[in-house]
């Protein structure tokens, strides 16, 4: 279901109706409504998705699929109970959250998130196609010792806490924090390494 835009025309009565009322008429199966509900929450809805997953086409179908699960799901909302807004926006939280971590544990935040660490943002440091910033990241990797490296992959491949870590490798939190830091320190000075005898050779 592709959810029309706002410019399409609806039944004044319906177009003004209230929140609760628009979801009385999703439960007996109206398109119309749902739309309705679209036009009003979706950018609120986006807003929070864009927040969560960092990237607006990952954000877009998270928008798709809160209100695809809102159809679905519309026979199971209770006016008495609470909100059709608040019910929509846990919707969107918990979708948004869910399709963070599938895309966490696909490695999609990876270049990043070591950027951002690294503090080369504004440098782009992987601005190369996934195969190429794949043996790049492999040639930064080399630069640690095999516990840093460790620690590191847990952290940004794997998606862990610092405490999550230290639990997994029976390690303390403090000691995972001391090493990922030298890891970044180590991995920043490989990366404007790299950069600048790219710049020497251009």
Not at 28 to 39: K, P, R, V, Y
Not at 57 to 77: M, Y
Not at 156 to 173: K, P, Q
């Amino acid at each position: 279901m592709i959810f029309a835009q706002p410019s399409q025309l609806f039944d004044e009565d319906l177009q003004k109706a209230a929140d609760e009322d628009l979801i009385e008429h999703v439960q007996a199966g109206s398109e119309d409504a749902l739309t309705i509900l679209f036009e009003r929450y979706h950018r609120l809805v986006f807003h929070i998705a864009i927040r969560i997953v960092r990237d607006p086409g990952e954000a877009e179908d998270v928008v798709q699929t809160v209100f695809l699960s809102i159809f679905r799901a519309a026979v199971n909302f209770d006016r008495t109970k609470g909100m059709v807004r608040v019910w929509l926006l846990q919707y969107a939280y918990h979708r948004a959250l869910h399709r963070k971590r599938h895309l966490t544990a696909n490695h999609f935040y990876r270049w990043e998130d070591l950027e951002s660490a690294m503090g080369l943002g504004a440098a782009r440091a992987f601005s190369g196609e996934a195969r190429e910033n794949e043996r790049l990241v492999d040639q930064l990797l080399r630069q640690l010792k095999p516990r840093q490296r460790a620690f590191l992959e847990l952290t940004y491949y794997e998606g862990l806490t610092a405490m999550e870590i230290a639990s997994r490798l029976d390690e303390s939190v403090h000691v995972v924090r001391h090493e990922l830091n030298r890891s970044l320190v180590t991995l920043r000075g490989a990366m404007l390494g790299i950069q600048a005898r790219k710049k020497e050779g251009s």
